[in-house]
C-alpha cells in the first residue's frame, strides 16, 4: 500500500510507534486478531490498535508462506485432519529471549478430496428452500451416499477412543452418550474465540433433520452438561457467555453441537440459515403439534449453498431448473 502522507510528516509519525508504552491492553476481538491497547508516547495518553494484515496473495508470497514458518508445533491429528501452532519468521521479539506468541493457527487437510476444495474456494452463495419431500426424495439419499465414503472416520475415531481422547473434557457413555472436546478451529487460549465441540455416541441421528420431540429431555440434558463442563473448565467464563448451536446443511453429517463465546464473530459459519440455536431448536420440537415422532422431518429448512456444492449442483440447481435430480449420480 502507498502512502498519501508528506515523506516529512511520515517520517515524524512512524516514530511515534517504537516511543509507545503499554499501560493495558483494552479489548481483542476478531477472534484475537485484533488487538486495542492504552499506553502512552512521550507521557502523553494514546490509543494504539493494531490488527493483522491481509496475506499477500502473489504466488511467490504463497509459494513460500510454508518453508516460511517456524516453530510449527502440532495441536492435534485425527485421521486426514491435522492443526497447528507456529510463528512467522524467527519466534523471538528483536533476537531477544522473549518468546513470541505464535501468530498462525493452521489446519491441514492431507490428503484432501475434490469437496474439500470445493467447500473452501471461493464462490457464490444461494438460498434454497428444503421442503420435507425434497430432502426426503433427494438429499437423504445424498447424505447417505457421503456417509457411505469414509467422510466420518475421524469422528468415530474420537466417540470409539482412537484419537484425541486427551482432549476430551467431557463424557456421558451409553445409548444416548455424548463428549465434549475442543474444536479443531479455535487456538486453545484465546478467551473470546473459545469454540468446543460436542458429538454425540448414537448415529441415528445425522442432523437436525432427525430430532423428533421424543429427544427434547436429551437435547436439554446435554445443554446442561455441556454449559456446566465449559464454565468449569474455563471459570473465567459464565454460563450466559456461551452460544450453543448446530449447522444445517452441517458439514459432516453425524450430530454435533458447537459451544462458542457469544464474543465470537458471526462469520459464514453462524450466518442466519446456517446456525439453528439450540435454545430455539428445542422450544419449536416442544411446541410442534403431535406425538413424540413429530420433528423436524416434518418442515421446510432455508439455507445458504455454495454455488461449487455438490448439493447445489446435483440437487437444487436441478430442482431450480424444473429438472429432476439424479440419485443413481451420486
Known amino acids: 500500500m502507498t502512502s498519501t502522507t508528506p515523506p516529512e510528516i511520515a517520517s515524524k509519525v512512524e516514530a511515534y510507534i ?16 485484533r488487538i486495542s491497547l492504552l499506553g502512552t508516547i512521550d507521557s502523553q495518553p494514546g490509543l494504539l ?3 493483522r494484515a491481509a496475506f499477500a496473495t502473489d ?18 491429528a485425527n485421521d486426514i485432519y491435522f492443526w497447528f501452532l507456529a510463528n512467522s519468521g524467527a ?13 498462525f493457527k493452521l489446519n491441514l487437510i492431507y490428503p484432501c478430496t475434490e469437496k474439500h476444495v470445493k467447500k473452501y474456494s471461493a464462490q457464490g452463495v444461494r438460498m434454497v428452500t428444503e421442503t ?22 475421524w469422528i468415530f475415531n474420537i466417540i470409539e477412543g482412537r484419537s484425541e481422547q486427551e482432549d476430551v473434557i467431557y463424557r456421558e457413555t451409553g445409548e444416548e452418550g455424548f463428549l465434549l472436546l475442543p474444536d479443531l478451529n479455535w487456538d486453545r487460549k484465546t478467551m473470546s474465540s473459545l469454540h468446543l465441540l460436542g458429538l454425540v455416541e448414537r448415529r441415528d441421528i445425522w442432523s437436525v433433520r432427525d430430532l423428533k420431540k421424543g429427544e427434547v429431555q436429551w437435547l436439554k ?53 446456517k446456525a439453528l440455536s439450540l435454545e430455539n431448536i428445542i422450544s419449536q420440537l416442544e411446541t410442534m403439534q403431535g406425538g413424540s415422532e413429530a420433528g ?3 418442515v421446510s429448512l432455508t439455507y445458504g449453498l455454495g454455488e461449487a456444492s455438490e448439493l447445489w449442483e446435483k440437487v437444487f440447481s436441478m430442482v431450480k431448473g424444473g429438472g429432476v435430480p439424479d440419485v443413481a449420480s451420486y
Open 49 to 51: 490498535i493494531a490488527e
Open 296 to 298: 423436524f422431518q416434518d
Open 18 to 33: 517504537p516511543r509507545f508504552r503499554l499501560t493495558r491492553l483494552l479489548n481483542q476481538d476478531q477472534a484475537g486478531r
Open 59 to 76: 504466488h511467490a508470497h504463497l509459494a513460500s508462506f510454508p518453508t516460511s514458518l517456524s516453530r510449527v508445533k502440532n495441536l492435534g
Open 221 to 273: 440434558h446435554m445443554r446442561e452438561k455441556f454449559s456446566d463442563a465449559t464454565v468449569k473448565l474455563y471459570p473465567e467464563i459464565e454460563k450466559d457467555q456461551l452460544k450453543l448451536y448446530v449447522h444445517y446443511q452441517p458439514t459432516y453429517h453425524h450430530f454435533h453441537i458447537h459451544i462458542v463465546h457469544v464474543a465470537l464473530e458471526s462469520g459464514a459459519t453462524q450466518a442466519v440459515g
Open 132 to 153: 420435507p419431500e425434497t430432502y426426503a426424495s433427494y438429499v437423504k439419499p445424498w447424505i447417505q451416499r457421503q456417509r457411505e465414503k469414509g467422510t466420518l472416520n
Open 91 to 103: 519466534g523471538k521479539a528483536g533476537g531477544g529471549d522473549l518468546d513470541v506468541p505464535p501468530d
